[in-house]
């Protein structure tokens, strides 16, 4: 896996600039399309594309866990209520965290990877 810290290392700086204004809308769970077909000769908006992509499954697979669980362990009084509030804090938490930093990410014209799942390589 290559990990991408400072444009210079992979993206030249006309790249950037062509896809930096959509690339922070790839953080934004459903619009994580709008950079690949804004810009799709773009590997800096792709990057990002990807990242907002990882993201968007990790928090849906993340809420589907959270459901089940709530679900599973609803009928323990209290237990099962108190459960459901925080994993749907912890889901609520990472979007928010992980959005943020992906946002930050494109204002500070870098390709980090976001924490924990930004390894993951689905669009190429």
Same mark, same amino acid.
């Given at each position: 896996?290559?990990?991408?810290?400072?444009?210079?290392?992979?993206?030249?700086?006309?790249?950037?600039?062509?896809?930096?204004?959509?690339?922070?809308?790839?953080?934004?769970?459903?619009?994580?399309?709008?950079?690949?077909?804004?810009?799709?000769?773009?590997?800096?908006?792709?990057?990002?594309?990807?990242? +907002? %992509?990882?993201?968007? &499954? !990790?928090?849906? $697979? @993340?809420?589907?866990?959270? *459901? =089940? #669980?709530?679900?599973?362990?609803?009928?323990?009084?209290?237990?099962?209520?108190?459960? +459901? %509030?925080?994993?749907? &804090? !912890?889901?609520? $938490? @990472?979007?928010?965290?992980? *959005? =943020? #930093?992906?946002?930050?990410?494109?204002?500070?014209?870098?390709?980090?990877?976001?924490?924990?799942?930004?390894?993951?390589?689905?669009?190429?």
């Amino acid at each position: 896996m290559e990990m991408f810290d400072t444009p210079a290392e992979y993206f030249d700086e006309g790249d950037i600039n062509m896809g930096r204004v959509v690339s922070f809308l790839a953080y934004f769970p459903p619009l994580f399309l709008v950079p690949l077909i804004a810009v799709p000769s773009s590997k800096y908006a792709r990057f990002h594309a990807n990242q +907002g %992509l990882v993201m968007f &499954l !990790f928090l849906t $697979a @993340a809420s589907v866990v959270a *459901t =089940i #669980l709530s679900v599973l362990l609803g009928f323990i009084p209290y237990l099962g209520w108190i459960f +459901g %509030l925080f994993a749907w &804090l !912890f889901v609520g $938490a @990472a979007m928010l965290a992980l *959005t =943020i #930093l992906g946002i930050v990410n494109v204002a500070n014209n870098v390709a980090k990877e976001l924490p924990f799942i930004g390894k993951f390589r689905l669009i190429k």
